[in-house]
């Protein structure tokens, strides 16, 4: 079978990112004709249909669905090849983690104050990340570590140090049906409509409905005040409380983890050292 080039991935993504030919050309400043023809050019080489097409729709078939899964991580791969043999170079360089802003779980204070008081401490750049693209940031290189949230996470190519276990709570507009209750279950939500997170797998509770896909917590709860999805999250997501909104906990929910993620590949002294200090700051809470 014929090489795949980068470009042609990059092309291919950005295609299968917005199922639309217009936006795909205006995110890679190239002409619509010429993305046109390159992606027609790229399912005759690889000798498949990797996109349906109408006037008006653009779908992936399955066998485009499995060359965005694994382009992605090629173009992260090629991304993260350069960035670390720089920063490999560097002797002096940042340690730089990356969260999402308030998916921390009150340990970083502490995880930082743990990791400046070793001899070998780095000064450390935080970055903040969306809801899905922390993971990315890792295996492209934009970072050395993050923290993410298993189940929720995509974890391939990337090593873990669990750092805290903690229940899930669904958050429901105070009408709902279960905002009396003090604790619900799974079994209370079966057929509850939950939000589908953009570039997550589905992880909501079992006979739950798939209902609106949204990018971030914001959204979510807009969502959940409108009355069209409820949600739940890992109790520290859901903190602050919104004053319009319910919490209860789901008493038999699986537990989520806060993990510090890093490349499987990645045996920088830098990185060990701060994951070391991280897990032993989580465990003195």
């Known amino acids: 079978m014929a090489e795949l080039e980068t470009r042609e991935l990059e092309y291919f993504v950005a295609v ?36 349906e097409r109408s006037s008006r729709h653009v779908a ?23 960035e670390k043999a720089r920063r490999a170079g560097d002797q002096h360089a940042h340690l730089r983690l990356v969260i999402k802003p308030g998916g921390d779980a009150n340990l970083l204070s502490g995880i930082l104050a743990a990791y400046a008081g070793r001899p070998d401490a780095r000064q450390v750049d935080i ?15 934009r970072a050395d570590v993050a923290l993410l949230y298993l189940p929720f996470d995509d974890m391939t190519g990337l090593d873990h140090e669990t750092l805290t276990v903690e229940g ?20 209370d939500l079966a057929q509850e409509t939950l939000p589908r997170w953009r570039g997550v797998r589905w992880t909501g509770a079992p ?28 109790r520290s997501l859901a ?11 789901v008493i038999d929910a ?23 200090a991280a897990v032993d700051a989580a465990g003195a809470t």
């Open 127 to 141: 970055l903040f990340g969306g809801a899905t693209d922390r993971a990315d940031h890792v295996r492209d290189g």
């Open 16 to 51: 299968a990112e917005e199922l639309h030919f217009g936006r795909a050309a205006t995110r890679l400043a190239i002409a619509q004709p010429a993305l046109s023809k390159a992606i027609r050019r790229l399912e005759s080489r690889l000798g498949v249909k990797l996109l």
């Open 254 to 276: 699986p537990h989520s983890e806060l993990v510090l993620a890093w490349a499987q590949d990645d045996r920088r002294r830098l990185v060990a050292s701060f994951v070391s």
């Open 207 to 234: 006979e739950a409905v798939p209902g609106p896909e949204v990018t971030d917590a914001a959204e979510a709860m807009h969502m959940i005040r409108l009355g069209r999805t409820i949600a739940i999250l890992p």
């Open 60 to 82: 992936l078939t399955s066998a485009g669905e499995a060359l965005l899964h694994h382009g992605r991580h090629a173009l992260n791969a090629v991304s993260a090849a350069a």
């Open 168 to 187: 899930r709570v669904a958050i429901l507009p105070p009408d709902h049906r279960l905002a009396s209750r003090s604790e619900v279950t799974l079994a």
């Open 239 to 249: 903190q602050p409380p919104h004053p319009d909104l319910v919490y209860r906990p």
